[in-house]
C-alpha cells in the first residue's frame, strides 16, 4: 500500500503525505532502580537474530522523479585540511555474545553513557567504569518475560541534567515493545524510571531500527515497522515533563508515516519537528511534521556516482587464515542529522561505482527557498579503502565531527574520524583506534554515534573496533570479536571567512 502512495508525493514541495490519525496510549512503568542494582540481575543473552536489519526488503521498489531533486551545487572529495587532534580515549563496552555492537552513547560535563547490543556502560570522562550492566538485565521485569533486546540509544538533556535511553524488544519477533527509559538526575548510575510501550496491541507487526531525539518539549522515536506486506515508519512522541515526573503511566503518541526509514533530525535551534530519509536514487527527502501530518519540505540529489548495491557483503579485513573474510557493510541508510542555525547536516553511506566500494557521504542543507545543496565524500577511489557506519554532529561554529568504521585487506577493522569546517573543507582522516584482529563473523554494525563536547566545540564518537582474540582458530573458543571506543577530538581554531575586496580602477 504504502509502494503507491510514495511516487505521487515524494518530490513534491510542501505537498502532504496522507492524512495519518495519531494515538496516544500509555506505556507501562517497570520498578524502578540503579543500574548497580539492574546490573546485579544475571541472565542469559539472547542472541539477537541475524533476521534484524539483515533480511527484510528494505527499501520499497519505487518509481520517482528523481530529476526533480535539488541537485547538489558542489562535491567534496579531497582532504585540504590537517587530520584534528584526539585529546582522549578509552574502551567502553565488548561484545559478550551480541551481535552486532550497534554503539550508541551521550556525553555530558562530567559523566559518559554508552549503550551497545552487549548492555550499558557509564563511565566518568577519564574511562572510569561507574556501572555496568548488560540489557538483559537492565530492562528486566519479572512482570514480562525476558526476550531479545537491541538497537539502543543514549541521549543527554543538559537543561534538566537528565539521560534518556531507549532500546527495542521482542520475543521470537513477537510482542514488538519500545522500552523507554530516563534517570532521576545527573548520575547515570542513580536511579531511573523505567517504561515499556507495546507497539502494536494486536501483536501483528515487528520493529526494527530505531532512532531518537528530544526537542524542546519531547522525546522523539522513529522505528520501521514490517507487517508482513509492506513497511513504514512510526513516530512515537513523549512529553519531556511526562517522562521526568515518572508518571505510572507514561504517555505515547503514535503518528505513522507512510514512508520507510524514516529519521528524525536533531534540532537546536527550530521548535518544528524535522525528519529525513534516503530513496532508492540515494537522495533526500525532507519534512516537517504539522500535528500528525508529515509535510514535504524539499529533496536534494547528490552529484557523486552512487548506486545501491544488491550485495553489500563486500568490506576486507586483514586476516591471518585463508580466504576474504569480507564484512557486511551495511545499506545505504542516513546515519543521522542535525539542525544547527538553519542549516541541515546530514550522514548518509552510498556504495559508488567503478569499483564498487562503500563510502561516507555527508550533505550540507541550507534551509531556504529553494533548498541550498552542497555535499562532501569520504571514499578510496581506487576500492582499497572502505568506510561504513557514519555518524555525524554540529558545533557551535558550524562545523562538523563524522566518525566512521574502516576497512581495508591490509588493515583490521578499525574507526576513523573526519572533520569538517564551516566552510565545507574536509580534513585528512584520522584512526582514532585501530583493530587488532580479524572478525570471523560478517555482521559488524548498523550504527555508531558522534556528538558535540559539553563545550558545544570539540567532538566525541563512540565506534566500533576488532579485538586481537576475537578468533584463535577453528577448532578453538574465540573470545570477543568488538569493542568499542570513545574518542574525544578537538576542533580546530575556526578561521575567519575570506572578504573579497572590491575591484579598484
Known amino acids: 500500500m504504502w509502494a503507491m502512495i510514495l511516487p505521487a508525493v515524494l518530490f513534491l514541495t510542501a505537498a502532504a503525505l496522507p492524512a495519518a490519525t495519531a494515538v496516544t496510549r ?61 585529546t582522549a580515549g578509552f574502551t567502553a563496552g565488548h561484545e559478550n555474545g551480541q551481535l552486532p555492537s550497534d554503539a550508541a552513547g551521550a556525553i555530558s560535563s562530567k559523566y559518559v553513557l554508552q549503550a551497545t547490543n552487549a548492555g550499558f556502560l557509564a563511565q566518568d570522562r577519564t574511562g572510569n ?75 501483528v507487526m515487528e520493529t526494527d531500527l530505531a532512532r531518537m531525539v528530544f526537542s524542546r518539549d519531547a522525546i522523539v522515536v522513529t522505528a520501521n515497522i514490517y507487517n508482513g506486506g509492506g ?24 503518528t505513522p508515516a507512510y514512508i520507510f526509514d524514516l529519521v528524525p533530525v536533531e534540532g537546536r535551534d527550530d521548535s518544528a519537528l524535522y525528519f529525513v530519509t534516503s530513496d532508492v536514487y540515494l537522495g533526500l527527502t525532507i519534512y516537517k511534521l504539522n500535528g500528525s501530518t508529515l509535510t ?26 585463508p580466504g576474504d573474510w569480507l564484512i557486511d557493510c551495511g545499506y545505504y541508510q542516513v546515519g543521522n542529522a542535525v539542525l544547527r542555525d538553519s542549516t541541515l547536516w546530514v550522514v548518509t553511506q552510498p556504495y559508488r561505482t567503478s569499483p564498487l566500494r562503500s563510502s561516507v557521504m555527508w550533505w550540507r542543507i541550507a534551509m531556504s527557498t ?46 576513523g574520524f573526519v572533520y569538517v569546517d564551516p566552510f565545507n573543507s574536509m580534513s585528512v582522516p584520522v584512526t582514532v583506534i585501530a583493530g587488532a584482529g580479524e572478525n570471523s563473523y560478517s555482521r559488524w554494525a548498523d550504527y555508531s554515534t558522534t556528538q558535540v563536547d559539553a563545550n558545544d566545540i570539540d567532538f566525541w564518537t563512540t565506534q566500533t573496533y576488532s579485538l586481537a582474540n576475537g578468533y584463535l582458530s577453528a577448532n578453538q573458543a574465540r573470545g570477543p570479536l568488538w569493542a568499542t571506543w570513545w574518542s574525544q577530538i578537538k576542533a580546530p581554531a575556526v578561521p575567519v571567512a575570506p572578504r573579497h575586496r572590491a575591484a579598484t580602477h
Open 26 to 86: 500509555g506505556a507501562v512503568a517497570s520498578p524502578h532502580a540503579t543500574m548497580h542494582e539492574l546490573g546485579i540481575v544475571q541472565l542469559t543473552a539472547t542472541l539477537r537474530p541475524e533476521r534484524h536489519e539483515q533480511q527484510h526488503s528494505y527499501a520499497p521498489k519505487i518509481e520517482m522523479n528523481a530529476p526533480s531533486a535539488i541537485r547538489a551545487e558542489s562535491l567534496i572529495t579531497k582532504a585540504t585540511l590537517p587530520a584534528p587532534a584526539i
Open 129 to 203: 567504569v561507574l556501572s555496568n550492566t548488560s540489557l538483559e538485565g537492565f530492562w528486566h521485569d519479572p512482570a514480562y518475560p525476558d526476550g531479545t533486546v537491541y538497537d539502543s540509544r543514549v541521549l543527554y538533556d543538559a537543561g534538566a541534567d537528565r539521560w534518556i535511553v531507549s532500546t527495542l524488544y521482542d520475543v521470537k519477533f513477537r510482542k514488538s515493545t519500545l522500552l523507554l527509559a530516563v534517570s532521576d538526575g545527573g548520575n547515570p548510575s542513580l536511579g531511573w524510571h523505567r517504561y515499556r510501550f507495546l507497539v502494536d496491541p494486536t501483536d
Open 231 to 254: 513497511t513504514q515508519s512510526e513516530i512515537f512522541s513523549i512529553r519531556k515533563s511526562d517522562a521526568y515526573a515518572g508518571l505510572a503511566s507514561l504517555p505515547v503518541t503514535v
Open 296 to 321: 514535504g519540505v524539499g529533496s536534494a540529489q547528490a552529484v557523486a556516482n552512487t548506486t545501491t548495491p544488491g550485495n553489500t557483503l563486500i568490506c576486507r579485513q586483514l586476516t591471518r587464515f
Open 370 to 415: 529553494p533548498l541550498h545543496v552542497d555535499t562532501g565524500v569520504i571514499d578510496d577511489p581506487t576500492g582499497k579503502t572502505m568506510y561504513a557506519f557514519p555518524s555525524i554532529a554540529v558545533n557551535r561554529s558550524g562545523a562538523a565531527g563524522i566518525g566512521f568504521s574502516v576497512f581495508s585487506a591490509s588493515i583490521y577493522p578499525s574507526a
